[in-house]
């Protein structure tokens, strides 16, 4: 038994650190962690939503042109990035502690994903040139086995691994199991890496596989399950409930709402930064222009503005939305995890939406398109919000307060307010295909309406609750008079 070994065990297991030595509780570690890889997540929109357009050409071309591939690309390596994450939580559920060299070597894995965004330009600006996602598939590999280094690290050093592993005697059983789940990502990218140099599309297939590969492989064992029976006892016995990727299990629900709020709180940052970088106007412009009056001349960014507070309340009651759902969530499950990552995904898509809808002319074809553009983001925004909650339903014992639940006082009005932004954003949509001449005036009233909405929801939803109960409750009366009135006739007059 090694040295690091053999002090675990006289220490005993589930203690925290000593006093004095150099191991420390790893919750700081993983805040800047999360932070970190929120951050890097959302700026990956920031080659999509700064696409340049130009205003003879129409939105819809440039959609199939331009926009659409940097899209499709933004969603996947923002959907990859979030599975570096997802084996961040896991990793660190195993490992409780740290010491500097682990520290360390997590800095360097945040080196490595904080190069991702500027690999992601290359990919969106050079589609058809394989440096980009060779480079991009390079740094996945690098942050897969430095994370391996660490799982290796925590193994030989037991006394900072959680004490179910600490207590067990399968500790290189486990060591293999979280290495090989780790490491499937890496595989991948690596041959991502080796195919971009002959077949670009094939590439951009095993990166995609990186994100389907666990539930894939999930759903491949529940149909052996069914098909053949149930697992032997040995392979349940060896089964390592803190790190595998089923999505019943669950997750940090501290480190979801940590990366989620820092996803939000870094979209609102970069509305304003592209305000400050786009709508300070020239001082030698304003002189000869504007004959020295910067108020005129702040003037013409008008609509600038007004998108720009429009696109804020929709992100920041899109946050409180979200922050009502987990105030009545108690366990968020791998599934629940999944649908707030796309949900995320389209909330980092906003900053593109405030682009596409500041920078045409009042009531052009673009702007119309722009409107619907944003529309549809904020649709799926807020549908998998309520896909999360519909999810959680239907394990609520587990996954929900009691007065969440179905029946509970807060059931409807919860369900309302997740209800809101899928049916207010769905149907601006379709009045703007309707009344297109009206579009910009349906937007904005969309906007101006939502946050009074959310204000008077409960009393509405309270008015609904007892208009439903007053009908409910006059039916019943009906039916105990008419039974009354049964029990009062004769038996000859019942007959007839």
């Not at 979030?82 to 894995?109: G, P, S």
């Amino acid at each position: 038994m090694s040295a690091p070994r053999a002090a675990a065990r006289e220490r005993g297991p589930g203690l925290g650190p000593e006093p004095g030595s150099s191991t420390q509780t790893s919750h700081r570690l993983l805040a800047y962690s999360d932070a970190l890889l929120s951050i890097i997540a959302t700026v990956m929109i920031l080659p999509v939503a700064h696409t340049k357009i130009h205003p003879d050409q129409k939105l819809g071309e440039s959609v199939q042109q331009l926009l659409l591939a940097k899209i499709a690309v933004y969603l996947m390596t923002f959907l990859i990035v979030t599975v570096a994450w997802a084996a961040h939580v896991r990793l660190f559920q195993v490992i409780e502690h740290i010491d500097d060299v682990l520290a360390l070597l997590n800095l360097a894995c945040m080196m490595i994903i904080t190069f991702l965004p500027y690999t992601f330009s290359l990919m969106a600006s050079f589609p058809g040139v394989p440096f980009g996602i060779f480079l991009f598939s390079v740094c996945a590999v690098i942050i897969g086995l430095i994370q391996a280094v660490i799982v290796a690290y925590g193994f030989y050093h037991p006394h900072l691994l959680n004490p179910q592993i600490q207590e067990s005697e399968n500790q290189n059983f486990y060591k293999r199991h979280i290495l090989k789940i780790i490491l499937r990502g890496p595989v991948l990218c690596f041959l991502a890496a080796i195919f971009s140099f002959f077949f670009i599309p094939l590439s951009y297939v095993l990166l995609g596989l990186v994100i389907v590969f666990p539930h894939l492989s999930r759903l491949i064992t529940w149909c052996k399950t069914k098909v053949l029976g149930q697992r032997g006892e040995e392979e349940e016995h060896h089964s390592l409930e803190t790190f595998t990727f089923y999505l019943s299990e669950p997750l940090s629900k501290e480190r979801v709402e940590a990366f989620s709020d820092g996803v939000y709180a870094i979209v609102a940052t970069l509305l304003i930064l592209d305000i400050c970088e786009d709508n300070v106007p020239d001082p030698r412009e304003v002189e000869e222009k504007f004959h020295g009056s910067l108020l005129e001349a702040l003037s013409q960014y008008g609509p600038n503005y007004l998108a720009y507070f429009g696109s804020f309340v929709t992100i920041g009651l899109l946050w409180f939305v979200h922050h009502s759902l987990f105030l009545y969530v108690t366990k968020a499950t791998r599934l629940m995890g999944l649908l707030n990552i796309l949900s995320l995904a389209f909330i980092g898509g906003l900053p593109l939406a405030y682009q596409l809808t500041s920078e045409f002319a009042e009531k052009s074809h673009n702007e119309i398109e722009a409107i619907q553009v944003s529309c549809v983001i904020t649709f799926f925004a807020s549908i998998f919000q309520f896909a999360i909650w519909t999810t959680a339903l239907l394990n609520e014992e587990e996954t929900l307060h009691a007065f969440a639940r179905y029946g509970g006082k807060e059931h409807a009005f919860m369900f309302a307010k997740l209800a809101l932004y899928p049916c207010v954003s769905l149907g601006a949509f379709f009045l703007t295909c309707l009344l297109s001449e009206f579009s910009t005036a349906i937007f904005h009233l969309m906007q101006i309406v939502i946050p009074f909405a959310f204000l008077a929801l409960r009393i509405f939803v309270r008015i609904f609750l007892t208009a439903i109960k007053s009908v409910m409750s006059l039916s019943r009366r009906k039916v105990v008079l008419l039974e009354e009135e049964e029990a009062c006739l004769s038996p000859n007059e019942t007959l007839s």
